[in-house]
């Protein structure tokens, strides 16, 4: 020991003080000494000078050797205690150990007392070792529960037999949640989840008892129409000694995290397809532009350079050029209308009754169904009623509408059914008429393009399939189309309505 | 169509655009410029396919000429230029004379060239109007 041992003797006769120290001297222990001789020094020194053991005589005028021991327990203090006595009775002996004296000498016999310094010390030592390990051991046992206790994590702890040893309060409640089992300790891990994840769970146990580490993520559907994200991470519990003592499982829902994930995704995805719109938008205003362009310097260099032109080709010449200056002053209108379009966006939304947008049309467009002897059949009874932006909604129907009529089958009249229904979270429109159909399987991807005409024999100009799609685009949705040349045409619209998440 | 002065460029070339206005300048400048002999012009890529299709078939035939330069106009309905052109080397090409095709577009797009060079080193791609340099170049 570095530090001498402090030696706390309590004696009233200088003599036996003496006696003791001398006997203290000859043995070999590193020790200073303080010698109190009555009960008020005793319990001064106990406070001041924090002894390592305690020597002290039995009879004392003022005291006991036992009053001595109350006032140090009094105190909490664990401070070995040894009585120094002359002759004493066996009982009396067994009375001071059972009120937890350490040691007993008596005073003939003082050559055992350095054997049994060493001893008393050496013991409480160990004792005091034993007792700071346990409330280590209870405390970091303490916060490692505090902490399984109280994450988001769900922890399942199982035995190499993949059998359950303990779980937390959320583990209890994911199970109960999302497999209606209840996780109990001593139940095999395999029979608390889903019938159809057992093989493949049980795949991952096993080569997690085998030392690898399993990272993956699940997808459930519950409550239906609701999808839940978790992320699981299986590991093995090893020992020091790199042995495998069992499997932790911890399950973090991240729902909402994969939902902004998800989310950023589509809308990139949006962005791009925005992006490869406004492209295609730029390319073919670009050629609309240019092409009349170009016809108006070729016409000129003609008018200018070419001298033998006869009559009818210098008029052909002229018509050319107002033709090419009228066909240029329409793309910008067009160009104009189509920007203006898009900047529609900011517009209020309302709540659009779909028959008063086919009656205003038909109304509007009342001579040309008259002429063409065209007909609307609406069935809008299972959704009558959709929340949206009115210009839009009209132009869509508008050109849906004038587009069956225009390219209407010679042979029949032209009859447009059009039908509105709901669907979780969508809001759906189907156009279908008898027309001259499109051959999709030539032009499935032109359908919606600009300037992009299918029939050559009307007056269109390929800007109205354009236009609807921009506009179900802005508004969110989608539009696909379905044909049968010579027979029909389907459009079909559906629109994403967000669904109210709680 | 008037007999022109006999020192024609080539014997005959082929106009494909669907514009018809279009048809007539390039028509005229290549009259202007003493390019051929005779010249077929077709309003669509359809039907410009099926007659090379059936003069290549009757080649025999004196009064079958193929063209030796075809100009292709780029963005036309139901078959466009490109389309045009890649039916045309797979399905009349190998069975026939080898015309030089020329790209005839009001297109200004790096791409579009970029497509085009895709499609063979040997296709020349011009912008309209079709000018007698141009002419001089093929």
Redesign the interface.
């Known amino acids: 020991m570095k530090q001498p041992i402090k030696i706390l003797q309590v004696e009233d006769l200088e003599t036996d003080a003496d006696l003791i120290n001398r006997e203290l001297l000859k043995s070999k222990l590193n020790f200073e000494r303080l010698w109190v001789s009555d009960k008020n020094a005793f319990e001064k020194a106990l406070n001041d000078y924090s002894p390592d053991i305690i020597l002290c005589d039995h009879s004392l005028p003022s005291f006991t050797s036992l009053d001595a021991l109350q006032i140090l327990k009094a105190t909490g203090k664990r401070i070995p205690f040894i009585v120094i006595s002359g002759t004493v009775s066996e009982e009396f002996v067994v009375n001071m150990m059972k009120e937890g004296v350490d040691d007993y000498i008596i005073k003939d016999r003082l050559q055992r007392l350095s054997s049994a310094i060493t001893n008393t010390l050496a013991k409480a030592g160990s004792e005091k070792e034993k007792q700071r390990h346990t409330e280590l051991l209870i405390k970091s046992e303490a916060n490692l529960r505090a902490i399984f206790n109280n994450t988001d994590l769900s922890f399942i702890l199982i035995d190499k037999q993949f059998k359950i040893i303990s779980f937390n309060h959320v583990a209890e409640q994911f199970f109960k949640y999302q497999y209606n089992s209840k996780i109990a300790e001593g139940l095999e891990f395999i029979n608390v989840i889903h019938e159809s994840r057992r093989e493949f769970v049980g795949g991952i146990l096993n080569s997690v008892v085998e030392g690898k580490k399993a990272d993956y993520e699940i997808s459930i559907e519950k409550p239906a129409n609701i999808t839940l994200w978790f992320a699981l991470k299986i590991s093995p519990i090893m020992s020091d000694g790199k042995q495998i003592l069992g499997v932790l499982i911890s399950i973090e829902n991240i729902t909402d995290r994969k939902n902004t994930e998800l989310e950023k995704e589509r809308m990139t995805t949006e962005i791009i397809q925005h992006n490869k719109n406004l492209e295609q938008f730029a390319?073919i205003i670009?050629?609309n532009l240019?092409?009349p362009?170009?016809?108006i310097?070729?016409?000129s260099?003609?008018i200018q350079?070419?001298p033998?032109?006869n009559k009818a080709?210098l008029q052909?010449c002229i018509d050319?050029l107002a033709?090419?200056a009228n066909k240029l002053d329409d793309t910008i209108i067009d160009l104009n209308y189509i920007l203006q379009i898009r900047s529609d966006i900011n517009e209020q939304k309302e709540i659009i009754k779909l028959n008063n947008i086919v009656r205003d049309i038909s109304s509007g467009i009342s001579l040309l169904i008259n002429q063409e002897k065209a007909f609307i059949n609406t069935h809008f009874s299972e959704a009558d009623e959709f929340y949206s932006i009115k210009s839009y909604v009209h132009s869509i129907f508008y050109n849906l509408i004038t587009n069956s009529i225009k390219y209407r089958h010679p042979l029949r009249d032209p009859v447009i059914e059009i039908k509105s229904k709901t669907e979780p979270g969508k809001f759906i429109l189907i156009f279908k008429d008898n027309g001259l159909g499109i051959n999709l399987n030539?032009h499935k991807e032109k359908v919606f393009g600009l300037y992009?005409?299918?029939h050559?024999n009307t007056d269109g100009k390929g800007m109205g399939l354009y236009l609807v799609k921009t506009q179900v685009e802005m508004l969110g949705g989608t539009i696909d189309v379905k044909s049968e040349p010579n027979q029909w045409t389907e459009f079909t619209i559906q629109f994403f309505i967000p669904t109210i998440n709680n | 169509m008037k007999i022109k002065e006999p020192k024609c460029k080539y014997k005959c070339a082929m106009l494909i655009d669907d514009?018809s206005?279009?048809n007539?300048?390039n028509e005229?400048?290549l009259e202007?410029n003493y390019f051929a002999k005779v010249i077929y012009t077709n309003t669509?890529a359809t039907s410009a396919l099926e007659f090379l299709k059936n003069i290549s078939a009757a080649d025999k035939n004196p009064n079958g000429i193929f063209p030796e330069v075809v100009f292709i106009d780029l963005?036309m309905?139901?078959l466009d230029g490109f389309q045009f052109i890649e039916q045309y080397k797979s399905k009349i090409e190998p069975s026939s004379k080898t015309p030089r095709l020329v790209i005839l577009t009001?297109?200004?797009?790096v791409?579009d060239q970029h497509r085009a060079a895709a499609l063979g080193k040997e296709i020349i791609f011009l912008?309209?109007?079709?000018?007698s340099s141009m002419l001089q170049s093929i």
């Open positions: 390319y670009s050629h240019r092409s362009v170009a016809n310097i070729g016409l260099n003609m350079n070419m033998g032109l080709d052909r050319g033709l090419s030539a992009k005409k299918f050559s | 514009n206005l279009d007539f300048i005229k400048t202007a669509s963005n309905p139901l009001s297109s200004v797009s791409k912008h309209k109007p079709l000018t």
